[in-house]
């Protein structure tokens, strides 16, 4: 469902991806991994359109989204998380989920906020569908809270909460383990299943190799800018030259 061909950029005189291609399955979990400095939050920020390639493409169901900005790829079903967590600090839990779907909402944002008479069944609905996600995500107890006081593991599990709002075919999540303690990393593992049984395809940047041996299907390994190899999360653990490069530093 996703097809990364070729896909290099040039910085100066950097080469932070030469020639990537690798192809993922929908409904799948795929891990990119690699030292510091491989590549993988350049190529993450290609495939959703922050940055542009120097050559190559990127497809979504075999539709062509190269380069399409990040709003048009959450309209075709394409979402992502951060590194360090985006989120409206001033505004309430459950405010941030609703921002989100008023986006996609028939009566906007202001007049949902001008309580205009045929906003209010709006409203009501998207109270309800956000509430769902903080469900989903198991942040329900904080929806009031004020987001800028989360902890870093709950703003984490509502970025998350806020991307699958704009039900998305396809979410990439960039380093969602980082700054997380164990338990709320095996939390995250268990969301990350329960998203692919929802059928939504999932792909993440991530160092805790523990995490990604556990959660996905299929890895990406990126070297200096280059794949260095790709498979099972037990062809990648005993692929001598991913072991050389990466896994071996312990
Ligand atoms: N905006 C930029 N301008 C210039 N060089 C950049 C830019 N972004 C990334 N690079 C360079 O591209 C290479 C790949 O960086 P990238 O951040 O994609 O690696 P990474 O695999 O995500 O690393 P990490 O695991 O540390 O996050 C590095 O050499 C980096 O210095």
Redesign the pocket.
Known sequence: MLEVSGIT?I??G????DDVSFTIGQGSVTGVI????????????IITGI?SRTSGSVKLGGKDITGLPPEQLARLGMVRTF?NIELFGAMTVLENVMVGLHTKSSSGLLACSLMMPWSIAEERRIRKAAMHWLEFTGITGLADDTAGNLSFGNGRLLEIARALAVEPRIILM??PAAGLNSQETLGLAQLIGKIRGMGITVVL?E?DMELVMDVCDRIVV?NL?KKLAEGTPREIQENTEVIAAYLGDG
């Open positions: 950029r910085f100066g950097v080469t932070a991806l690699g030292p510091n400095g491989a590549g993988k939050t350049t190529l993450f920020n940055y590194q960039d380093e940047v160092h990126l800018g």
